[in-house]
Structures are given as structure tokens and as C-alpha cells.
């Protein structure tokens, strides 16, 4: 089985860009969750959607807003992009909800300049 | 104060040494997750755990609800085994610590 996948892997955005990240579970996979990593803050819960419906919500402004489409895929949006969303976004996938194992993608680097 | 806590924060250690990662937490949880991250950032679930003990190759984790404290060991350390450590505790959303810097030396 394929394993999570990110796209892109790399992304350079300058302020004021908004900028969308998306993931592709593992098939057969319903939940989706994402995270934000950066070296000040550590590993952050952004959002969790499971059969295209957020279940939770992690504490990040408005300007990060997701969705998940009936195929599973999820995708994240950060408007107004700040040097401070300079970070890794990870996405992971879980059969059930995030009480599941979950399973990361390698990650988004965004850097915002 | 951090809901989730680890120690140590960065860990040296000889290749074959017995290594003990440390995560407590404040919060109710109902379960905790183990979690490798390696240079370049890919995480690897290592553990789910509600209760007890679990065991995976070289690698055992265990938790004390009563005493909301969890344990990775890993016996007979690699070098392959050098990376990031990271314990988050799962309530509605994971919760994660700060995570430990493991280096094993040849």
C-alpha cells in the first residue's frame, strides 16, 4: 500500500500569499490530520477531518482553514501568509479517528519570506 | 507549564547502552503515542498505548495512567537508532512534547 503523500514537499511564499498544501491518505484511510512543526513551538495539532467533516480544531488563527473531499484527500490553506508560518506541515492518516495509529507524510516545508 | 513533558531533552549515549526516554503529562488522556523523527523530518508511529506495556523488537514502551507517566526503552542502542523521540498524549487531539534528541555513538 502507498504510503501518505504530500504535495508540493517545498514551498517558497513571500508575505501577504496565501499558499494551499495538500495530502492523500492511505487507501481506505478517513481521517486526516495536520500539524505544524517549527523549532520554537515544537509539533502542533492544526486540524482533524474524518469523512469530510472537521472534527477537531487546534488553537491557529482563521487564516488556517482545511478541507477533506470524498476520496479522503484533505487539503490545508493558510491566507495572509506571516514569517512566523514558516514551518513544516505534516499531515497523517488513521483509519478511524485520531483515537486510530496514525500513519505521518513527509511533510511540507513552507518558507515564507 | 507544557501539558506534555519529556526528559531529557537531549540524550548521548554508546552504542549497545540501554537508553530510557521519559514523557509525563498533565491532562486526562486516552492514549499515548510514541512517535521517531529522523533528519528531514519523517515521523514514524512507534506505539499506541492506553495501558501497560507494549514491546517492539528493541523498542518497549510503558505507561502509568494512575501516575500519568510513560517510558520508551530501547535495548542494545544502534546508531540507526539516533534521532528524535517524541511522546504525545491523545485527547480529542495529540498533544505533543518537546521531544528528545537521542544520538548513540559507535
Given at each position: 500500500k502507498a504510503g501518505v503523500t504530500q504535495t508540493p514537499r517545498y514551498l517558497i511564499k513571500t508575505r501577504g500569499q496565501q499558499v494551499t498544501l495538500s495530502c492523500s491518505?492511505?487507501?481506505?484511510?478517513?481521517?486526516?490530520?495536520?500539524?505544524?512543526?517549527?523549532?520554537?513551538?515544537?509539533?502542533?495539532?492544526?486540524?482533524?477531518?474524518?469523512?469530510?467533516?472537521?472534527?477537531?480544531?487546534?488553537?491557529?488563527?482563521?487564516?488556517?482553514?482545511?478541507r477533506q473531499f470524498s476520496n479522503?484527500?484533505?487539503?490545508?490553506?493558510?491566507?495572509?501568509?506571516?514569517?512566523?508560518?514558516?514551518?513544516?506541515?505534516?499531515?497523517?492518516?488513521?483509519?478511524?479517528?485520531?483515537?486510530?495509529?496514525?500513519?505521518?507524510?513527509?511533510?511540507t516545508r513552507l518558507t515564507v519570506t | 507549564k507544557n501539558e506534555v513533558e519529556q526528559s531529557p531533552q537531549n540524550l548521548t549515549a554508546q552504542e549497545?547502552?540501554?537508553?530510557?526516554?521519559?514523557?509525563?503529562?498533565?491532562?486526562?488522556i486516552s492514549a499515548l503515542h510514541w512517535l521517531q523523527q529522523h533528519p528531514g523530518g519523517g515521523i514514524v508511529s512507534l506505539f499506541m498505548l492506553s495501558s501497560g506495556k507494549k514491546k517492539h523488537g528493541r523498542l518497549i514502551a510503558t505507561i502509568n495512567i494512575q501516575e500519568k507517566h510513560s517510558s520508551l526503552h530501547i535495548t542494545a542502542s544502534h546508531p540507526r537508532d539516533s534521532a528524535v523521540y517524541i511522546c504525545a498524549a491523545l485527547n480529542e487531539k495529540l498533544t505533543f512534547g518537546t521531544g528528545t534528541r537521542l544520538t548513540i555513538i559507535p
Open positions: 491518505p492511505i487507501s481506505g484511510h478517513r481521517s486526516v490530520s495536520w500539524y505544524q512543526q517549527t523549532p520554537g513551538q515544537g509539533l502542533q495539532f492544526l486540524f482533524e477531518y474524518f469523512s469530510e467533516t472537521q472534527r477537531n480544531k487546534g488553537n491557529f488563527p482563521g487564516r488556517f482553514s482545511g479522503s484527500r484533505s487539503e490545508m490553506n493558510v491566507s495572509t501568509l506571516e514569517l512566523g508560518d514558516s514551518a513544516l506541515y505534516l499531515c497523517a492518516s488513521s483509519l478511524g479517528t485520531s483515537t486510530y495509529e496514525q500513519y505521518f507524510g513527509p511533510g | 549497545g547502552e540501554f537508553i530510557t526516554i521519559n514523557c509525563s503529562y498533565s491532562v486526562g
